[in-house]
């Protein structure tokens, strides 16, 4: 167990729906970040937040949006879904995400299975 | 630009040694880590170089060349349950903020 949790464990929906992935970060970790894993496929970066503030975007969809809460848990947003949305989500936290630290070892969460039918 | 290149497959014999290389062309770079993701499960964490050289965890080494901008995985003694994809990835360091540059993976299949 990471001590990451993430729900809904799995979601099916259909196109053009809007969904809302929830992760609560390890006790203690400050960064949250946030992952799309595609059948198959390699993880995609997609969010960086510390501390509530967002550090660093990757390949992220506009259609896509999310936020850090003050108690640290984090919220991905998906709306207008498409077929190819389709993938494993994953939330990962760290306990440092600016500034010299660890080896940067990211704890993940067992991800959001997101189905859009 | 930023790149990780590491092989998309590779087949091993259990109770064999097998090594996974990565390469990676990157700026500010911190450090090499490594990641096993079973199938349909999360990524784990299995190491860290920051500097040259071996660092060995049990069955498992990882092995860093900073001047060679390479690493690779070494596993020992494989076992059925090492079958699983393992990333490397890149920690580096942009405008003052700590990032991991993923590679692809690397599906590891081992054969009885």
């Known amino acids: 167990d990471s001590g990451v949790t993430q729900t809904p464990k799995h979601l099916i929906t259909a196109t053009g729906q809007r969904v809302t992935l929830r992760c609560s970060p390890r006790?203690?970790?400050?960064?949250v970040y946030w992952y799309q894993q595609s059948l198959d496929q390699g993880l995609q970066f997609l969010i960086q937040?510390?501390?509530?503030?967002?550090?660093a975007k990757g390949n992220i969809l506009e259609r896509f949006s999310a936020q850090q809460f003050p108690d640290l848990h984090s919220e991905l947003n998906l709306s207008s879904l498409e077929l190819g949305d389709s993938a494993l989500y994953f939330c990962?936290?760290?306990?440092?995400?600016f500034g010299r630290g660890s080896g940067g070892e990211l704890f993940f969460g067992e991800g959001s299975r997101l189905t859009v039918l | 630009g930023q790149s990780l290149e590491q092989p998309s497959e590779v087949t091993a014999v259990e109770g064999a040694i097998v090594q996974i290389n990565c390469t990676y062309q990157?700026?500010?770079?911190?450090?090499l880590s490594w990641y096993q993701q079973h199938d349909g499960g999360a990524p784990t964490f299995l190491s860290y170089?920051?500097l040259d050289g071996l660092e060995e965890t049990g069955r498992f080494s990882s092995f860093l060349s900073r001047s060679d901008s390479y690493g690779y995985l070494l596993l020992q003694e494989l076992q059925m349950k090492d079958s699983a994809s393992y990333f490397c990835a890149v920690r580096e360091n942009m405008d003052s903020n700590y990032q991991l540059i993923w590679g692809a993976g690397t599906k590891l299949i081992i054969k009885p």
């Open positions: 990962a936290s760290s306990v440092e995400g």
């Open positions: 990157t700026s500010g770079f911190y450090g």
């Open positions: 937040y510390y501390n509530g503030e967002e550090r």
């Open positions: 170089n920051a």
């Open positions: 006790s203690g970790d400050l960064s």
